[in-house]
């Protein structure tokens, strides 16, 4: 019998958890942060969003690609991709304006020494020449270029993982050894290096989300539902929460790891490098990611009435992570300036994330364009998969996108 229509609240969820938490720890030295996703294990919420994103990026342009590499279904990703760049240029110049006032008006050039700021006082021009092309990226504003060098790849993935799914694993396992074996990188400038996070290695992450979508598209599981692997998936769980909550496992695990590397295990086989997506990080993030795609609890905690904040924050994922950015570069100058205590921070933060929640309210309500498109979609339309088109549930509770309506005008 169809399944009628409706919403993977799940989605939005997990997504807006992410939005908050990922706020949270982008202000560092916080007591709220000691209670983020982080604390669980090796990952933290960067490395569920990059996955969430391949899932999204296969659900909704997947149908684009199905028979090749079709140029509608390439420039509507790219397009994204080109999106992102504004945004991260937008959140970039807020950041180099936030962290400016803070010096000019307050003597606060601790701030210049922070987040790769130094090269904008020694050496300004290579500063925006950095900025401009990707090649200078700040601390906490550096996850969207790697997210759209992902969507640059995304269609030659996502083709590949539809003529063969081992195909675009074992493609996307070798080039992630290869970058780790090699140290491969996207250059940096003016500073030497490569970029924090990687996307020649973050593309298993991504890769990893777009096979999860494909199954889905086919109303499967990538990994079935057997009691061994729930059992090992959660026993991982627990160990590395463990692990990194107890002195002993951090110093004998920790002493193991070392002897391995001592031994010529590779740093990204036996380490912990967010760079480089380590072993450990991607196997944490695997456990959890398949713990809570279980039926049951979380599907029903998903369509609560209490979490519907976070599902709104979750459905509006582009524009409050560039709030949220911008907001949090405040916030440290904030802490920089005046230290304070739990008591500022639980305004900073609380006022950040009543901002977030107000702007979603607003883009979700009160705007006349969504209020039209409400209106258009009242029967078809739903969440934005990580910064993705609208996708719906069709029978099966397999994914689909919504087509697009046409632009009246691209600059619009």
Not at 50 to 74: I, R
Not at 157 to 173: D, E, F, H, N, Y
Not at 193 to 199: E, H, T
Not at 318 to 324: D, K, T
């Amino acid at each position: 019998m169809p399944v009628k229509a409706g919403r993977d609240l799940r989605i939005d969820l997990f997504r807006g958890l992410a939005l908050i938490m990922i706020f949270i720890d982008h202000i560092p030295g916080n007591l709220y942060e000691n209670f983020t996703s982080r604390n669980l294990g090796f990952s933290d919420a960067a490395e569920g969003f990059v996955f969430m994103s391949g899932l999204a990026a296969a659900l909704a342009y997947g149908p684009a690609l199905a028979k090749g590499l079709s140029w509608e279904g390439t420039s509507r990703l790219w397009g994204r991709a080109w999106l992102l760049y504004l945004v991260h240029i937008l959140t970039a110049v807020w950041a180099i304006a936030i962290v400016s006032a803070a010096v000019q008006f307050w003597g606060n050039e601790a701030m210049l020494a922070k987040n790769a700021f130094k090269t904008y006082g020694t050496d300004p021009f290579g500063f925006l020449i950095g900025i401009a092309t990707l090649g200078h990226q700040l601390g906490y504003v550096n996850i969207l270029p790697m997210y759209m060098a992902l969507l640059l790849m995304a269609p030659a993935l996502i083709r590949i993982g539809q003529r063969s799914k081992w195909a675009l694993l074992a493609t996307s396992v070798g080039l992630w050894a290869l970058t780790g074996l090699f140290r491969l990188n996207l250059p940096n400038y003016p500073m030497q290096g490569g970029w924090f996070f990687n996307p020649l290695a973050w593309q298993l992450v991504f890769s990893l989300g777009i096979l999860t979508g494909l199954a889905i598209r086919e109303g499967k599981r990538l990994v079935p539902v057997k009691g061994w692997i729930v059992a090992l998936a959660a026993g991982w769980l627990v160990l590395t929460f463990a692990w990194v909550h107890t002195e002993w496992m951090l110093e004998t695990f920790g002493h193991g790891t070392w002897q391995l590397r001592q031994w010529g295990v590779p740093f990204f086989i036996a380490g912990f490098d967010k760079t480089f997506v380590s072993l450990p990080r991607l196997t944490h993030l695997l456990a959890l990611a398949y713990i809570l795609s279980l039926p049951g609890i979380v599907p029903r905690i998903a369509a609560s009435q209490a979490v519907a904040p976070i599902r709104l924050l979750g459905r509006h994922s582009l524009p409050i992570f560039a709030l949220g950015t911008i907001l949090a570069i405040a916030a440290q100058a904030i802490k920089q300036i005046h230290p304070g205590g739990l008591g500022q921070d639980t305004l900073i933060i609380g006022t950040g994330l009543a901002l977030q929640l107000g702007f979603a309210f607003a883009r979700d309500r009160l705007g006349p364009k969504a209020i039209a498109k409400r209106k258009r979609h009242r029967e078809t339309s739903g969440p934005q998969l990580a910064f993705g088109p609208p996708v719906v549930l069709a029978a099966g509770n397999s994914p689909v996108p919504v087509p697009p309506r046409p632009s009246r005008s691209a600059a619009r």
